[in-house]
């Protein structure tokens, strides 16, 4: 059993629970670095079928990335909850091969909203910076919690 009290334990099941079923974050090579309350790290490797007509990552890529990390962070704390939007700004490009590292990290949770920050990176600078906005149903994001 999952408890609250035990809020890294928790997050460890919600992001287990919710990997399970992300078919999207998977087809795109993401990966789960690390999972803590509040916070989530995911990487992803840009790909030739992910590079645009300029030769870079396509920015919905980059945004996917962000905005599954973002996903895990607020998903962390066992309640189900889902976007309400976001926005990104993009401010180099990411090119093929990169490594890119996403940090998810909560600003704020109050009541059934929340607001999370994602940077990404790569080896050579920051990429995108995004902010969600979180909205949470009030349901466990796993049974037992």
Not at 71 to 76: K, L, Y
Not at 94 to 122: C, K, M, P
């Amino acid at each position: 059993m999952v408890s609250e009290s035990d809020p890294q334990r928790l997050a460890e099941a919600c992001a287990a629970r919710m990997w399970q079923e992300d078919a999207a974050s998977m087809a795109l090579g993401m990966s789960i670095v690390s999972i803590g309350p509040g916070r989530a790290t995911l990487t992803m490797t840009v790909r030739d079928d992910m590079v645009n007509g300029h030769g870079i990552c396509h920015g919905g890529l980059i945004s996917s990335l962000a905005d599954s990390a973002f996903a895990f962070a607020c998903n962390s704390r066992g309640t189900v909850t889902v976007a309400a939007g976001f926005e990104v700004d993009f401010i180099a490009p990411a090119a093929l091969g990169d490594r890119l590292v996403a940090e998810a990290r909560e600003i704020v949770l109050r009541g059934r909203s929340g607001i999370y920050d994602v940077v990404v990176r790569n080896d050579e600078a920051v990429v995108a910076v995004f902010r969600g906005r979180s909205r949470s149903l009030g349901r466990p994001v796993v049974e037992d919690s």
